[in-house]
């Protein structure tokens, strides 16, 4: 998002629990905000998690004060909302029930004592509105202009745990355990929330992280408090945040269960050695103008640029943020929504595209001549489809209920499809016949309902084996690639002409391993 684009909205979620004499004060220096020209609105979400000291007083008083600014308009951009849990669940439950009132195209939390300065949050705001950024985090550590000289020992456990937070995640932060996370508010909601404490702040890095996600740092100023002045974190809570992060480094419960499947494709995208396979195998037939239908978060992508033109394309906004960070170092990228069952939803190349690439996207459609003839429309005459789709009916069953496929082909029905789409088989590539036995086992014979993390772990390692003995296994191709070519000018070839002159080529991928 650059300087140009349309103002930015906030949205400030104040989790509270017993600071009945700091948080009016806290709440009030938020009023800074509506000074910002980055910011076209500011909400506000209190959520008083089940304080038992007084704060529900503290927030009344600070609410009818609030009404009274709002008459007067003292705060043009400002709105204030104040929720409560009846009992206290823990800072990570609070922020999760104030988010769902979060309606801002960034999000970040406040915490409601003094020792954090809303006053940055504008220059936190401001790399949002410079960069496409995804989250900007605000470092205590990454030599802030003013900072509290306290509790040495406290700081050492704090870089203890961002230490071993940045060895899990490989990304290089300074300061895990801040507070001032501002998150862009649609990636966030899509992310899943498991930690009702202050284990949260460890979750959102690692889970950001492996999102893939655009981080930034800007330092911030910090007045950190004593245990006499009211602090609550202690000992316990960095022991439980140091387990917090093996745990969420071995975990890839990254995405909420959506319509688009993110959670399981998510999984199977922890597999890259076997991507670049496929990525080999279709390397050679790819031209210098490609579409790539269904990139996903850009396995494929990576493998294949780079190319004089490359479209990468989805239908599921998250997959189209996460491809969009590509495009900064990739100048000849470009990313657009697309849907295979929606030719005016095709992005437009002059000439048309030499090479529409579409892996494992046409089973899943009810009319997959609709979508193969809308691929055909977007090439060149002369230009090249690679389809990939999933072979044998009789390996039907419970995983490809769960991905949503609505068939499975074989050599006949695929080339059957092609021509009547008036397109030239040129191959049809067998894949993956050590894969068609796990299918079998798994969806067919234990009608399991997922994928285990751990298998999708033994396919990337066992990939390099599967390589060199798929031409030595007696057993059928798993998926089945077809090269698919739309006819020249002249050439006879046409939906419902039948079939064309020429026979489709099959063999195995024989391709050498990596």
């Given amino acids: ?18 600071e009945k004499h700091l948080v009016a004060a806290s709440l009030r220096r938020l009023r800074v905000l509506d000074a910002s020209p980055h910011l076209a609105a500011i909400e506000v979400i209190v959520i008083d998690d089940g304080s038992s000291d007084g704060t529900p007083s503290a927030l009344d008083e600070f609410r009818r004060e609030q009404v009274l600014r709002d008459a007067e308009g003292c705060e043009a951009k400002m709105s204030w909302k104040f929720l409560r849990h009846q009992n206290n669940a823990g800072k990570g439950k609070a922020i999760e029930t104030a988010l769902t009132e ?87 909601k899509s992310i899943p929330l498991e930690c009702n404490d202050f284990r949260i702040e460890i979750e959102l890095s690692i889970k950001l992280a492996k999102r893939g996600a655009r981080i930034f740092e800007v330092p911030i100023s910090y007045r950190g408090r004593t245990y006499g002045e009211g602090k609550k974190i202690n000992w316990r ?23 688009y499947g993110s959670q ?101 459609v009810d009319d997959d001549r609709a979508a193969l003839l809308n691929i055909k429309s977007a090439l060149k005459p002369g230009g090249r489809a690679i389809v990939l789709v999933p072979n044998g009916p009789e390996l039907f069953g419970t995983l490809d209920e769960v991905l949503s496929h609505k068939r ?19 191959k049809v590539i067998q894949f993956n016949h050590s894969g068609s036995l796990a299918w079998w086992l798994n969806g067919k014979l234990l009608k399991r309902r997922h994928f285990g993390r751990f298998q999708v ?8 084996l599967f390589r060199r003995i798929e031409n030595l296994l007696p057993l059928p191709p798993l998926s089945l690639i077809a090269l698919m070519d739309r006819p020249t000018a002249g050439e006879s070839a046409s939906a419902g002409d039948g079939p064309i002159a020429g026979t489709a080529t099959v063999q195995r991928s024989s391709l050498p391993a990596s």
């Fill in 1 to 18: 998002m650059h300087s140009s684009s349309p103002a930015l909205s906030l949205s400030v979620l104040v989790p509270v629990f017993n």
């Fill in 102 to 188: 979060a309606t801002g195209t960034i999000t970040i939390v406040h915490d409601a004592d003094l020792e954090y300065l809303p006053k940055d949050i504008l220059h936190i705001v401001e790399i949002f509105a410079s960069e496409e950024a995804d989250a900007v985090f605000g470092s205590r550590f990454a030599g802030a202009a003013v900072r509290r000289a306290l509790m040495f020992r406290h700081q050492l456990g704090n870089k203890l745990i961002t230490f071993l937070c940045n060895l899990v995640s490989n990304v290089n932060l300074t300061d895990v355990e801040t507070c001032y996370k501002a998150i862009r508010t649609d990636l966030l």
């Fill in 237 to 259: 809570d960095g022991l439980r945040a140091i387990i917090a992060i093996f745990g969420f480094g071995l975990s890839d419960n990254i995405y909420l269960i959506d319509e």
């Fill in 264 to 364: 399981i494709l998510a999984r199977l995208s922890k597999a890259p050695r076997y991507n670049g396979w496929i990525a080999d195998v279709i390397r050679p037939y790819c031209g210098q103008k490609v579409l790539e239908i269904g990139s996903g978060v850009g396995n494929l992508t990576r493998e294949l640029v780079p190319r004089q033109r490359y479209v990468a394309s989805d239908i599921n906004p998250l997959y189209l943020d996460s491809l969009r960070i590509l495009r900064e170092n990739h100048p000849y990228l470009d990313v657009s929504y697309c849907d295979v069952t929606e030719l005016k939803s095709f992005p437009d190349v002059e000439q048309g595209f030499d090479t529409v690439i579409c892996l494992n996207v046409v089973e899943h």
């Fill in 408 to 426: 499975r082909y074989t050599e006949a029905s695929l080339t059957e499809l092609g021509r009547d789409c008036g397109l030239d088989i040129f």
């Fill in 457 to 464: 772990l033994m396919l990337n390692w066992l990939t390099p």
